[in-house]
């Protein structure tokens, strides 16, 4: 029997194919509720039982059974689908079920046409392979912390008033299951910027001074670390250089998170911080 109420995009290159019971139809799926889980213990040599070492999500595979409805142009779409699930290429997927949406980057681990005979629909058999496991929200959230809030726009009516520096922090709140990565561009000026997460009292650092020209970027994912000094004129200069030792590539944990960003001189007033980040989720 179809699958209804649930919708598959998957994504790749510029490309789409959209699952939602029209020119395809879903006939079975799993994996997308969770991942398995793997416990490694060590066990005692005096007493009943073990210890624990570590616990680590693995990766997600998902199966997806789908049918292509229409009786006309199989022969095209057979080849069409041949292509687009190519092993030696990745893509991204969006489940939407019951409303909620989030998305998870794949690997084809294995795609087969089921058709006994040309006669009947053509059906097909997908396996993704998921190395980050995580469900990840649909869009990039953007929080912005600025310095000057209020005044007057152009054209102004009198009275008017003039902009003012805001506080330098601002909750955060991750939404997710887990905590999650963010990327941070810190616009200059300012003298050995710092940004921190007073949830963990962790924080990143970098002793060089900040032009009005340029932005700090950091970015904390696993694998993909970045510290970046970019220009207005499109230069790139590598930070990892000018990081405190004590720096730390803090995540937003689960529920409030309290950022503050800073620079040892207080005359120096930057343009603002943004944070910019995805809610991890467990499944869907």
Request: glycine share 10%; hydrophobic share 35%.
């Amino acid at each position: 029997m179809q699958v209804n109420n649930i919708l598959f995009l998957f994504s790749k290159d510029g490309e789409e194919i959209v699952m939602d019971g029209r020119l395809f139809g879903i006939w079975a799926y799993s994996g997308i509720e969770s991942s398995e889980y793997e416990i490694e213990t060590r066990q005692y040599v005096q007493y009943d039982g073990a210890g624990l070492l570590a616990r680590r999500t693995l990766p997600r595979e998902i199966m997806v059974e789908f049918e292509y409805t229409p009786w006309e142009g199989k022969g095209d779409m057979r080849q069409k689908l041949i292509s687009f699930f190519d092993p030696k290429s990745k893509g991204r997927l969006t489940v939407e079920i019951y409303g909620t949406a989030r998305g998870i980057d794949y690997e084809i681990k294995s795609f087969k046409v089921k058709n006994q005979n040309i006669f009947s629909r053509l059906r097909c058999l997908l396996y993704l392979q998921c190395p980050d496991p995580y469900f990840q929200s649909t869009v990039q959230i953007c929080e912005k912390i600025s310095t000057l809030i209020g005044g007057w726009k152009w054209k102004f009516t009198l009275p008017f008033r003039m902009k003012q520096y805001g506080p330098l922090e601002k909750t955060i709140v991750n939404g997710g299951h887990l905590p999650a990565p963010v990327e941070v561009f810190f616009r200059g000026p300012a003298v050995n910027p710092r940004i921190v997460n007073h949830r963990t009292g962790q924080y990143i650092r970098l002793k060089r001074t900040l032009t009005t020209d340029d932005t700090l970027y950091i970015s904390t994912a696993y694998g993909k670390k970045t510290v970046e000094i970019r220009t207005e004129g499109g230069s790139t200069e590598d930070g990892w250089d000018y990081l405190d030792l004590e720096s730390e590539f803090f995540w937003l944990q689960k529920g409030e998170n309290r950022i503050e960003y800073s620079g040892e001189d207080e005359s120096v007033r930057s343009r603002g911080v943004e944070v910019r980040y995805r809610e991890l989720f467990l499944g869907i």
